[in-house]
């Protein structure tokens, strides 16, 4: 399946529900503007969502204080050890025991909610229409599972080409 255009020609709705009808694995890259968001797709299920803005609220340690699962002073302590040490922001806070597992988990279903639901309120934004873009393979840290990849299809003369999701 390899999808080419705007979000006007494709319905982003429409999208969605056609890559979980079918149970895709892949992504799907939109920009809008100067954002660019990846939404990754495993079985035709939402399973990470990352922005190129990298807006202050979707940031996993806003969305865990937002939450009231960690205060701003821990938030502070644990991005001064995540600096020095290079490791994730949540591997960071779990090992400090500010948060558990099951926080960590929840704050990014949020997370990620809140990117996709940012992409669906594009179409009633101003600028340019968005557009389906390729994007780099996937490459979202799994627990017993394999990385998948997509194959990318070729580039249109604007410029703006799909990415086709493998049947699982």
């Known amino acids: 399946m390899a999808l080419e255009g705007t979000i006007k020609d494709f319905g982003l709705p429409d999208i969605f529900q056609l890559i979980g009808l079918q149970r895709k694995t892949g992504l799907l890259t939109l920009k809008h503007d100067q954002d660019q968001v ?3 797709f495993e079985n035709g299920m939402v399973v990470n969502a990352d922005s190129a803005s990298k807006r202050l609220e979707d940031r996993l340690g806003n969305v865990l204080v937002k939450q009231g699962k960690l205060s701003k002073e821990r938030l502070e302590e644990a991005l001064a050890t995540q ?6 922001l949540g591997h960071v806070l779990i090992t400090q025991s500010y948060i558990t597992q099951k926080d960590l988990k929840d704050a990014i279903t949020v997370q990620v909610s809140q990117i996709v639901f940012k992409v669906f309120r594009w179409r009633d934004g101003h600028g340019p229409a968005p557009r389906l873009l390729g994007g780099p393979e996937p ?4 627990k017993g599972r394999s990385r998948t990849s997509a194959s990318r299809t070729s580039s249109s003369s604007s410029g703006c080409s ?3 999701a493998s049947s699982p």
Do not use: D, F, I, N
Not at 83 to 88: A, C, E, G, H, P
Not at 139 to 142: D, R, V
């Open 38 to 40: 990846t939404v990754y």
């Open 83 to 88: 600096k020095q040490t290079l490791q994730r």
């Open 139 to 142: 490459s979202w840290p799994s």
């Open 162 to 164: 799909g990415r086709r």
